[in-house]
């Protein structure tokens, strides 16, 4: 990677896919921007690339996805996908170096005390875990999304985390709920690159609190109950499952047939027109602290 006043740098990712499409002209380089984050350099391209939109491998079938804390998400085919195992283990470590640097004297702006060498220390561990934790997450949701919108033609998602909004303070449905637009995000501009399209579900739809097998509300579900028991049926199905079994039949009832349902959903949402940009997502380059490698990513940014 060449940079004005820099000069030629290493990088640490492969630039080779990027160098091919400039090769080819299928893409433009339209602007890099360089920045340090916990210790490592990043390099981002701002690229305008030609792509072919390709077809999903089921066009007709649609699937609904409910984003979850204790699972990633869960598919309507039943199909769970999990947290990856070492984000709960990078989890503990960032829990128990939390509690290292909290003992250590750190800075104190009344008193004027300076941070101890120690406390430095456990603080560049709490930062470069916080990263590896960002890191496994960004990769799993990737992976999810682009799974998810080369398979199915019509891809159903609840529009707000609502379930999520009840206070909860810990770490983990914090993180969730964070990635949960960036999910959302994904799957709009994914299912636009492979042709299919992406449903939101009105944020009023009770996905939980609705039988997946004969329609009936329950008016009240707690967050703790993972089982749902339905009243009426008596089907006994997973909490998660159930949910999106019902995001999956949400499509197939209230669009594109517009009728109402009566399952509570008394505001419609459009499905929005998948496509649009990613934007920059840069690759890590490589280097820890002091190291003066950079680091490139190539990046693309979809136009028509
Ligand atoms: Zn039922």
Redesign the pocket.
């Known amino acids: 990677m060449t940079l004005p006043r820099v000069g030629t740098i290493k990088t640490h990712e492969s630039t080779r896919k990027l160098a091919r499409r400039l090769e080819t002209g299928t893409a433009r380089i339209l602007s890099a921007a360089v920045r340090r984050d916990a210790g490592r350099w990043y390099c981002a391209f701002t690229v305008e690339v030609a792509r072919h939109v390709s077809a999903p491998a089921r066009p007709d079938a649609t699937v609904g996805v409910d984003l979850g804390i204790k699972a990633l998400a869960v598919l309507s085919t039943g199909e769970p996908v999990p947290n990856p195992g070492h984000l709960n283990r990078a989890l503990k470590a960032l829990r128990t170096a939390s509690r290292t640097l909290s003992r250590r004297v750190g800075p104190d702006r009344r008193t004027g005390q300076r941070p101890s060498a120690r406390w430095e220390t456990a603080r560049r561990e709490v930062t470069r875990i916080h990263t590896r934790v960002a890191n496994l997450r960004k990769d799993a949701i990737h992976k999810l999304t682009t799974d998810v919108a080369t398979t199915y033609g019509t891809v159903v998602v609840e529009d707000l985390n609502v379930s999520g909004m009840l206070r909860n303070h810990k770490l983990a449905r914090h993180i969730a709920d964070a990635s949960f637009g960036e999910i959302r995000r994904q799957l709009d501009y994914k299912t636009g690159w492979n042709g299919g399209q992406l449903a939101v579900a009105d944020r009023w739809f009770p996905s939980s609190k609705t ?1 997946s ?4 509300v329950k008016p009240k579900l707690s967050l703790a109950n993972r089982i749902f028991t ?1 009243d ?4 006994i199905i997973d909490r998660d499952l159930n949910a999106a079994l019902n995001l999956k039949q949400y499509v197939d009832l209230e669009w594109p047939g517009d009728t109402k349902t009566g399952r509570g959903a008394d505001q419609k949402t459009k499905p929005s027109l998948a496509g649009g940009c990613e934007t920059p997502t840069p690759h890590h380059l490589g280097g820890q602290d002091g190291d003066r490698r950079l680091v490139t990513v190539g990046c693309e940014q979809w136009t028509q």
């Open positions: 039988c097998g004969c329609g009936t339905c009426a049926c008596g089907v």
